[in-house]
């Protein structure tokens, strides 16, 4: 469903130059959900607009859906849908006409448009604002809108960038319902962009660890947790003395993936640590030991990453390269971002509103 080789993404000239995409490898299978993982700058977006045809590659290839990004645009557009970072829905519609209408543009009749329009707002608790001008939507509202105008047309492949973000709980749960049954019942390819390992976790079988324009891992969400970090247990004593027992008590009866002591808290990486705690509990207080406090943290997005690269996402991973220009493509070579589809209806210009902002 998607192809890259060597993807790669330059901006600026001369002596200025952000290497946003630095040769990016990658085959996503049909019906595949893929989330892009990685802090601020990492060059997610970049490669998002870069697969959904708004931005030309500065080297490499890149094919979508079976057609390539470069040479056959319109192919690719027409069969994916792309939700960008910024909001994208216009802004004195209803909400309703703005459904309607994008559905319109993708070649849906009137009526097709009308039911899939309805049955969207429903999915992300939106029917009541359905005749609400787009102007008098809150953030969070409009980020669903978004969503929904995204996926009117049932793309075989959708394209989410930080689709949860401004999203409060009970929606972001909405969104990931909306994202399954998607996927059950249409078999449709998602690739989304997010900072939130736990986020990847719930919607993604697949995370793709981007850092400094590059893939620096790429596995499932157990397997990056797991076998790259585990989960942290920390034990709190209010005798600091008895931390050595409670260190030879974990190491009894696991195998941690490392173990350190800071004053009276013992904190130790495991495998499966929430399924140790009630055993750990018994044998320490068999052995007198009082504790505190026991705390079990799954895995972050930062806890992968400082595993990955040896620093933390919170020192300020830099993204920005200075360098020599290392492709002939600067910004001159964008495409302008025009509507998806040929609209082949009397649908005036709903097709360009679901794309990201220049
Ligand atoms: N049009 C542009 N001109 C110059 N630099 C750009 C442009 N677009 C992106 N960049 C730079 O490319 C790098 C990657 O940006 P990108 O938007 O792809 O990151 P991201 O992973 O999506 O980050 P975020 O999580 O903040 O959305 C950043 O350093 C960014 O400043
Ligand atoms: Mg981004």
Request: hydrophobic fraction near 35%; glycine fraction near 8%.
């Given at each position: 469903?998607?192809?890259?080789?060597?993807?790669?993404?330059?901006?600026?000239?001369?002596?200025?130059?952000?290497?946003?995409?630095?040769?990016?490898?990658?085959?996503?299978?049909?019906?595949?959900?893929?989330?892009?993982?990685?802090?601020?700058?990492?060059?997610?977006?970049?490669t998002l607009r870069m697969l959904t045809t708004l931005l030309n590659p500065t080297s490499g290839s890149a094919e979508v859906a079976g057609f390539d990004v470069v040479k056959d645009p319109a192919a690719v557009r027409h069969r994916i849908g792309a939700i960008g970072q910024g909001n994208g829905a216009g802004q004195n519609q209803k909400v309703i006409d703005e459904m309607v209408g994008q559905g319109r543009a993708y070649g849906l009749t009137k009526s097709e448009s009308k039911a899939r329009a309805d049955?969207?707002?429903?999915?992300?608790?939106?029917?009541?604002?359905?005749?609400?001008?787009?102007?008098?939507?809150?953030?969070?509202?409009?980020?669903?809108?978004?969503?929904?105008?995204?996926?009117?047309?049932?793309?075989e492949l959708l394209f989410l960038d930080e689709p949860s973000t401004g999203l409060d709980p009970q929606n972001r749960a909405n969104l990931k319902d909306l994202i399954e049954k998607l996927h059950a019942e249409h078999g449709t390819t998602v690739v989304?962009?997010?900072?939130?390992?736990?986020?990847?976790?719930?919607?993604?079988d697949r995370v793709i660890v981007i850092d400094h324009g590059r893939i620096?891992?790429?596995?499932?969400p157990a397997?990056?947790?797991?076998?790259?970090?585990?989960?942290?247990?920390?034990?709190t004593l209010p005798d600091p003395t008895d931390v050595p027992r409670v260190v030879a008590a974990i190491e009894r009866m696991a195998t941690p993936l490392s173990v350190n002591v800071a004053g009276p808290t013992v904190q130790a990486r495991i495998d499966g640590a929430p399924q140790l705690v009630p055993q750990l509990m018994r044998v320490l207080d068999a052995d007198r030991v009082v504790v505190a406090?026991?705390?079990?943290?799954?895995?972050?997005?930062?806890?992968?990453?400082?595993h990955l690269t040896g620093r933390s996402l919170r020192e300020g991973s830099g993204p920005v390269d200075i360098g020599r220009p290392d492709g002939p493509a600067g910004p001159?070579?964008?495409?302008?971002?025009?509507?998806?589809?040929?609209?082949?209806?009397?649908?005036?210009?709903?097709?360009?509103?679901?794309?990201?902002a220049a």
């Open positions: 469903m998607i192809r890259t080789r060597d993807l790669t993404r330059t901006f600026g000239a001369k002596d200025k130059v952000v290497q946003a995409v630095k040769g990016i490898t990658l085959d996503v299978e049909p019906g595949e959900v893929v989330a892009f993982l990685g802090p601020n700058g990492a060059g997610k977006s970049t049955e969207l707002l429903a999915g992300l608790d939106l029917s009541d604002l359905a005749d609400r001008v787009v102007q008098t939507l809150s953030g969070g509202q409009r980020r669903r809108l978004d969503v929904a105008l995204g996926m009117v047309h049932q793309p989304l962009t997010t900072h939130y390992m736990d986020e990847a976790d719930s919607l993604a620096i891992a790429d596995d499932s397997r990056l947790r797991s076998g790259l970090v585990g989960d942290r247990l920390d034990v406090a026991a705390e079990v943290a799954r895995a972050t997005l930062d806890d992968v990453f400082l001159s070579s964008e495409p302008s971002p025009s509507p998806q589809p040929s609209p082949s209806t009397e649908s005036s210009q709903p097709s360009a509103r679901n794309e990201y």
